[in-house]
């Protein structure tokens, strides 16, 4: 029998707790993005504001591990379609990247900016105890260092960390994104950065890194953000040119980076893509996996999204080593990411399929020789 590490039950909460805790994997198995998940829990607790959800998609390889995200979506579908599918990409991302880590990610329902207060973190990490140790969190968008710090001292669930941990995670995932970016270029016969035009969409922790990093080289920079500020220092500190959120994707750039939110590759969108290469951080890039083939028509070179953003779960999942952190070992993970990019185009070229038909591929290679192990 497949060995799980999702839990079928939950440790009770001790005193009187006003958090709920519900199994929803049936509801949300009616959900296109269901794919599967071992376990789908719903955390409620009205006084203290809370309404997460901690998707567990598949442990065959070790505890779920995935960011929790902090996202008002508008209603709870959506929000649990986010969820399923983030966790989803999880599992591939940490069997691609050779890591003994499973696939969950956590959404909590709610304005990062105004609803994250001390009372609802202390109920989420109350939710995260009840999981006993299957499920392994961090930062993800709307969800700081600050916040794992808060959590990790009420529950030993939580990696990025500043105590005793490797703390942010962006600036990794930024370095792997860098060297994916420049192995896809490499792929495509240009060498060196110098001059190559480079579209980002998003300056968050991920976006912004990418920038100097890009800049550094001497890449030309077109960039957009809803923010209107992070553009303008964008300007400012690299010279780069600010366009409207809605024309990032069709500027003529060589590169278009996504290191905003997902889904930006669509059927929609697509046809009026500017760029031949897509390398960036943002997780589900593609609206639908079959997109993939969209752009392979396009003769645009994806580089698959939970390839080159691996740096920073291998970044975390480091801290929950048995011997703890070893930032060399690491940043030598981190380096592998260009090379299994390099065998993924490769093989796609001459099978002449999708990139990441070939990623998900690999992914299932690793989950089912450790299927049959079990
Ligand atoms: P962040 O929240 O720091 O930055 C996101 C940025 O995108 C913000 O500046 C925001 O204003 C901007 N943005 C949002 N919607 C936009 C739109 N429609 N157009 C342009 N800009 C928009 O997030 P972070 O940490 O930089 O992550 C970026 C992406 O990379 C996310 O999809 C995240 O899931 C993914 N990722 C992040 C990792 C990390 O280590 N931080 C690891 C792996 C993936």
């Known amino acids: 029998m497949l060995q799980t590490h999702a839990p079928r039950s939950l440790k009770t909460p001790v005193g009187k707790s006003t958090l709920a805790i519900t199994d929803i994997t049936a509801e949300a198995s009616r959900l296109d993005a269901f794919d ?23 442990t065959t390889l070790g505890p779920g591990l995935g960011g929790t995200r902090v996202w008002p979506h508008e209603t709870f579908e959506a929000a649990l379609t986010d969820v399923l599918r983030l966790s989803r990409g999880m599992t591939f991302k940490s069997a691609v990247a050779g890591m003994d880590f499973g696939g969950g990610k956590a959404l909590i329902i709610a304005d990062p900016k105004t ?18 140790g299957q499920f392994f969190t961090g ?47 490499k792929h495509r016969g240009v060498g060196r950065l110098d001059g190559v035009h480079v579209a980002v969409q998003g300056l968050g922790s991920v976006g912004w890194t990418l920038c100097e990093k890009l800049h550094a080289e001497g890449a030309r920079l077109t960039v957009a953000d809803i923010d209107a500020a992070r553009t303008r220092k964008a300007g400012e500190t690299f010279g780069a040119e600010p366009v409207a959120t809605d024309a990032i ?24 893509l500017g760029a031949r290469i897509v390398a960036g951080a943002a997780n589900n890039q593609l609206a639908r996996h079959e997109d993939a083939r969209l752009l392979m028509q396009r003769g645009v070179l994806y580089a698959p999204d939970y390839v080159i953003n691996a ?51 690999i992914a299932y290679e690793r989950i089912n020789a450790a299927r049959k192990r079990h």
């Open 115 to 132: 609803d994250k207060t001390p009372a609802l973190l202390e109920a989420y990490a109350e939710m995260l105890a009840a999981l006993e």
């Open 36 to 58: 599967d998940h071992e376990r789908v829990w719903h955390g409620r607790d009205e006084k203290r504001g809370l309404n997460a959800i901690v998707a567990i998609h598949d």
């Open 249 to 272: 994707l069709a500027v003529p750039a060589q590169v278009f980076a996504p290191c905003a939110l997902g889904g930006v590759l669509s059927a929609t969108s697509i046809p009026s």
């Open 311 to 361: 740096g920073g779960l291998i970044n975390v999942a480091a801290e929950l080593a048995p011997g703890g952190y070893d930032r060399e070992a690491t940043m030598a993970k981190v380096a592998e990411i260009p090379e299994t990019l390099r065998d993924i185009f490769e093989r796609a070229e001459a099978q002449d399929r999708p990139t990441n038909d070939i990623a998900a591929e």
């Open 139 to 185: 930062e993800d968008v709307g969800f700081t260092v600050a916040d794992a710090d808060f959590l990790r001292a009420r529950t030993p669930n939580v990696t990025g960390t500043t105590v005793g941990g490797s703390g942010n995670p962006s600036p990794v995932t930024a370095h792997g994104v860098f060297l994916g970016l420049k192995a896809a270029l």
